[in-house]
């Protein structure tokens, strides 16, 4: 009997005192309970994330397949269309020196009949440099690339962060004291996971890292613009007009309040964007990433929510440092470092 009411007086107080139970001490330190240790609910999401990207890598080579093989049928049949339209003008020529209603005569005519035909077919069929990237199907695959890329660099990214991150919050878990008082609690004692070396999603990550973060982005056209994507601070996906001139970077209110920006202290002025004149607030990102290419400190204007319709924007000004050439005929832009001037 004395050792029930001993138990009893010491359950009693944790209930009274709304003390959690040790597993819940320790999930809300961020930790998970597996293969008989406490990880880091992160930690554990690492392997997840590079098989996730690791399948996105796979999608991204069949887009980039699907949509280069639309490029060179178009570029094949601007070919054929040329050598038709040459051998068009030859049977012309021909038919001009042979005797009028002479089998020869005839011959050709069907002959420059059947050329004119295939003409007629091809130029229907071959999509027009300033068309390319803006219709379908081209379009909508490129679309698809761009958000592969992307999601892939959200999991390749944050994978980085948590393995990064991970001794530094192992060590500070192993010396907080609410976290060794609830591993001490449970029966049989908990213990915290060792910290690993993530050799196999390092090499993973480091291989599909090579695919996305390029020095060529895929484009698309929305009219006669073209729209690129990069990502701002290391996590949010935003697609940009590209504009070749000194045009500011501009984004929406809308995604810098997906971004967490703080704008209720920064300043406000009127600016002329395209033909309209609004009210833009001067904001910083701390990174904006195209491809393998990061731009850091970059200065912003943030639209006001009437502008919303006019979406982000970017000029070549905001690529310090790089040269960049739209590569129209394989819907790319391509950013390479500018070389460095020889020393006198």
């Known amino acids: 009997m004395k050792t029930v009411v001993s138990a009893w ?29 406490w990880h880091l609910a992160s930690d554990l999401s690492i392997a997840e994330r590079v098989k996730t990207a690791e399948r996105l890598e796979r999608r991204l080579f069949d887009r980039r397949n699907q949509i280069d093989t639309l490029l060179e049928h178009n570029e094949r049949m601007k070919a054929q269309l040329a050598n038709l339209t040459e051998a068009q003008k030859a049977a012309r020529a021909a038919r001009n020196i042979v005797k009028g209603d002479s089998p020869e005569q005839k011959l050709l005519d069907e002959q420059i009949k059947q050329q004119g035909a295939a003409i007629d077919q091809l130029k ?11 219709t379908m199907p081209l379009k909508a695959l490129v679309i698809d690339l761009v958000g592969i890329r992307s999601e892939a660099a959200f ?42 070396p993530y050799a196999n999603e390092i090499r993973s990550l480091e291989r599909i890292e090579k695919a996305i973060f390029t020095d060529e982005l895929p484009l698309f056209r929305e009219g006669k613009v073209w729209r690129v994507t990069g990502i701002a601070n290391e996590e949010l996906p935003l697609t940009f007009s590209l504009y070749e001139s000194s045009e500011p970077t501009a984004i929406t209110q809308s995604m810098a309040d997906a971004l967490g920006l703080d704008l209720a202290k920064q300043p406000k002025a009127e600016r002329k964007l395209g033909k309209a004149t609004m009210k833009v607030t001067t904001a910083r990102l701390e990174s904006l990433r195209f491809g393998r290419h990061l731009l850091n400190d970059v200065e912003v204007l943030v639209l006001p929510p009437e502008s919303e319709n006019l979406g982000a924007r970017i000029g070549l000004a905001a690529f310090r440092g790089l040269r960049v050439r739209v590569v129209a005929e394989r819907l790319l832009l391509r950013l390479e470092p500018k070389a460095e001037p020889e020393a006198k």
């Open 9 to 37: 007086l010491v359950f009693v107080p944790l209930v009274a005192l709304g003390a959690d139970a040790p597993e819940i001490v320790l999930e809300k330190q961020g930790l998970k309970y597996g293969n008989a240790v």
């Open 124 to 134: 229907k069929s071959i999509v027009p440099g300033e068309k390319l990237g803006a």
């Open 155 to 196: 999991h390749v990214l944050t994978a980085w962060r948590h393995i990064q991150q991970a001794p530094a919050r192992y060590e500070a878990l192993r010396t907080n004291p609410e976290v060794v008082a609830a591993l001490a609690a449970l029966e049989p004692p908990g213990q915290l996971a060792p910290v690993r």
